[in-house]
């Protein structure tokens, strides 16, 4: 056998011998990604429905009002250039 397919099927074996100490089955891993999601969403919780509904409005007067403002000028340039 030459030498690196001597090392080839080392380091194989060697993969291959440690894939299972690290592995974790099915169960435990959506387990945890279950544990992970439950913390995001209750950082992400806010108990005042109030103050998430004026949040998202100003946002969205924000937008609203910028982009309005774009679109009157298109909106003339357009009417100008068809006349």
Known sequence: MEPSTISLILVSFLLVSAAPACAETDE???????EEAHKMAAAAY???PMSEISSFNGAVHKYVTSHLKLGLVFFLISFLIVK
């Not at 435990?28 to 279950?34: G, I, L, P, S, V």
């Open 28 to 34: 435990e891993y959506w387990k945890r990604m279950q």
């Open 46 to 48: 806010n108990p005042d």
